[in-house]
């Protein structure tokens, strides 16, 4: 993610800003303010002098996504592969997966149940994904869908 963010001319770091509420730069529209503010916080100095400067962020895949032992099979959000004896109908073959266990593994939801969430309705049924809502027909690996072909473990999908 590419972005322009307020740093510290002399600390050279990124600035903090205050921005809703009392005093928040939203409220006042005032740069100078906000920093003051949004800096005292976070306990790191200001030196009362910014610039504005282009920044990078890289974030990882894996937001929101369950521990491998624990993450859903295929046929949970796919129902139309409850027949398959394997997955390479989309993916690409690949000869050290076991599709079949791969796909109709299923998933233990005591860690979330554990961590207060109410998991009961997930247990022991499928369609997870509403592909209607979505914009597909439906399932897309009957209907087609966004990718031609999903590898497993490359990175080569459009």
């Known amino acids: 993610m590419k972005g322009i963010q307020p740093a510290d001319a002399e600390n050279r770091y990124l600035l903090v800003p205050h921005l809703f509420g009392p005093g928040g730069y ?4 005032n740069w100078q303010k906000a920093f003051e503010t949004g800096m005292k916080s976070v306990n790191l100095p200001y030196s009362g002098k910014f610039a504005w400067t282009q920044t990078e962020m890289y974030w990882g895949l894996h937001h929101e996504v369950m521990p491998k032992n624990m993450a859903l099979s ?3 959000c796919h ?3 409850k027949g398959e004896k394997t997955c390479n109908r989309c993916h690409q073959d ?5 599709f079949k266990e791969l796909a109709h593994k299923g998933t233990d939801f005591s860690f979330m149940a ?3 969430r109410d998991v009961s309705a ?3 049924t499928t369609d997870y994904i509403d592909f209607k809502s979505l914009g597909y027909k439906g399932d897309p690996i009957v209907y087609g869908g ?6 497993l473990g490359q990175g080569n999908v459009e």
């Open 74 to 76: 295929c046929v949970q």
């Open 146 to 151: 966004r990718f031609k072909q999903l590898p």
């Open 26 to 29: 939203w409220n006042e529209l």
């Open 114 to 116: 554990d961590q207060g």
């Open 94 to 98: 690949s000869r050290n997966v076991n």
């Open 122 to 124: 997930l247990v022991g």
């Open 79 to 81: 129902d139309s592969l």
